[in-house]
């Protein structure tokens, strides 16, 4: 690393004033620190760094303004640095200030950095805090989002994750679940939102932490907004059902194509499902997905789906339905408390459980390998 000398000098280069040649071999310098652990472990320890990179953003110069963000993005991705970005007055102001211009080249990346930001609560309040007091409301950020070409040089999808992640806020559920803003019903089409995975799988992770909330569990379910068909037809693929099976199921469901596709994301096929599985916390959860004839369609998915964490939790979600109703006073599996030491073991039989599944997965991988550990087994 630069010795207090070499820093103080490459410190010198990095304001508005120098000349742009020697600032942009500065910035260079400052993006490859950044793109390494040991880099980030030493820029932490040099807020005047941060602080002149958040400076340089506005930059005359486009190049050395990318360099800019492309730091603070390989920074905010390293956790161990959020507090020192945030602890910057001007950081998260600025990032709001030019996410908002619908001209500003760069909000793609600033979308980026905010959603690396609010990843974990603690951050993720700060953020929050930050667009409060920049007068920044969350319906703001849906218009946005909702917005097709809002800007017409950044694309917005990492407005998706970010919304994610803030709905880890009991603030921003209420907001999002309020029945008379209508926001999940402007979010419900990005679930099929083919252009980008991204956008997709952020309002689909938003949906399944909003389903935490038991209490907005049937008015979810509901005709006002019909969460259901949402989260269950991109998990819907070609195969022929019986009539009787077609007319359980909702009415974007029943028939469907010979060329349907499901998602082609493993990640957004387990939130998908992980999101059903909220929803049977309930009773009213329960009686309705099984109504609607959600099993057909999930035990086809089983059959057609390839990875071992996803057929997991589908697993998960066809033993509730297929189950038995739980014993009087346990209707609300959400409410119900569970024993320490019950709760340690189930923790357990996770971990157990996620292991094997890797286990698994590297044997499937690497076949030679895992005929190897099975002739030592014998040998032994």
Request: aromatic residues 6%; proline residues 5%.
């Amino acid at each position: 690393m630069l010795s207090e000398v070499e820093a103080k000098e490459l410190l010198s280069f990095l304001t508005l004033d120098t000349r742009p040649d020697v600032k942009g071999q500065a910035t260079e310098y400052i993006l490859g620190l950044s793109g390494n652990r040991d880099g980030c472990r030493y820029l932490q320890t040099k807020p005047d760094f941060l602080k002149a990179l958040v400076t340089l953003t506005t930059d005359p110069s486009i190049a050395i303004v990318k360099d800019c963000y492309h730091s603070l993005i390989n920074l905010s991705a390293d956790e161990t640095m959020h507090q020192s970005l945030i602890k910057d007055s001007d950081f998260l102001p600025m990032l709001f200030k030019n996410l908002l211009d619908p001209e500003f080249m760069f909000a793609d990346r600033i979308c980026t950095i905010l959603t690396n930001l609010s990843r974990h609560v603690k951050t993720c309040k700060e953020v929050f805090k930050a667009m409060q007091e920049q007068e920044i409301g969350l319906a703001q950020i849906v218009d946005i989002f909702c917005t097709e070409g809002y800007n017409n040089q950044a694309s917005l999808h990492y407005l998706g994750p970010l919304l994610s992640n803030l709905t880890q806020l009991p603030e921003t559920r209420h907001f999002i679940l309020d029945k008379e803003r209508c926001v999940v019903q402007r979010l419900l089409p990005y679930t099929q939102y083919q252009a980008s995975t991204i956008r997709r799988g952020g309002v689909i992770g938003t949906l399944r932490n909003c389903c935490f909330d038991h209490a907005h569990h049937e008015w979810l379910l509901s005709d006002a907004v019909d969460i259901l068909p949402f989260l269950l037809l991109p998990l819907a693929g070609p195969e022929e059902l019986s009539d009787e099976e077609n007319e359980g199921l909702p009415v974007d469901l029943q028939y469907l194509p010979e060329d349907k596709e499901r998602e082609e994301d493993p990640d957004i096929r387990k939130m998908l499902i992980e999101t059903m599985i909220l929803l049977t916390a309930t009773k009213v959860g329960r009686q309705i997905l099984k109504a609607r004839n959600v099993y057909a369609i999930m035990r086809e998915f089983h059959n057609w789906e390839k990875e071992l964490h996803v057929a997991a939790a589908c697993e998960k979600l066809i033993q509730v339905l297929i189950g038995d109703e739980p014993e009087p006073g346990m209707e609300n599996l959400l409410e119900v408390e569970i024993p320490e030491d019950v709760e340690v073991k189930l923790k357990d039989m996770d971990a157990k459980e996620q292991e094997q599944l890797e286990k698994d997965q590297e044997d499937l991988l690497n076949p030679d390998k895992s005929q190897q550990c099975a002739g030592i087994v014998r040998m032994m």
